[in-house]
């Protein structure tokens, strides 16, 4: 199970750290990620964390503002947004999946789901 938090309303050029905490699995098995739906689109890839943090990837809408990052020990993986656009508007998912290098950024690379976080940037 993964349970999502942090998220909210922020003005734009503001900062978010959202939070997921896994419970039934074992953690340091999976690679994590980070997906977003805004209103009216499809579910995106955001970010990713191989389970050694060997590795991490973003989409380039979010390169040089957001960051991924794991705690094995915690059990849980953050998403620092910093910089934040009123495009960054969505909820924003942690999943956890064993998918190889190529499916690092899809959705069929992960197999465990949260229930999403909202986030609202301000213009």
């Known amino acids: 199970q993964l349970q999502a938090s942090g998220g909210g309303l922020v003005q734009a050029g503001g900062s978010l750290r959202l939070s997921c905490a896994a419970s039934g699995l074992r953690f340091s098995n999976y690679n994590m990620g980070w997906f977003r739906q805004a209103p009216g689109k499809e579910r995106e890839f955001v970010a990713t964390?191989?389970?050694?943090?060997?590795?991490?990837l973003y989409t380039d809408s979010v390169k040089g503002r957001f960051t991924i990052s794991r705690d094995n020990g915690k059990i849980a993986v953050y998403l620092q947004m910093n910089s934040l656009k009123p495009e960054d508007t969505a909820v924003y998912y942690c999943?956890?999946?064993?998918?190889?290098?190529?499916?690092?950024?899809?959705?069929?690379?992960?197999?465990?789901w949260g229930q999403g976080t909202l986030v609202t940037v301000s213009s």
């Open positions: 964390i191989t389970w050694n943090s060997g590795s991490t």
């Open positions: 999943a956890a999946g064993v998918g190889s290098r190529n499916l690092y950024t899809a959705e069929a690379g992960y197999l465990y």
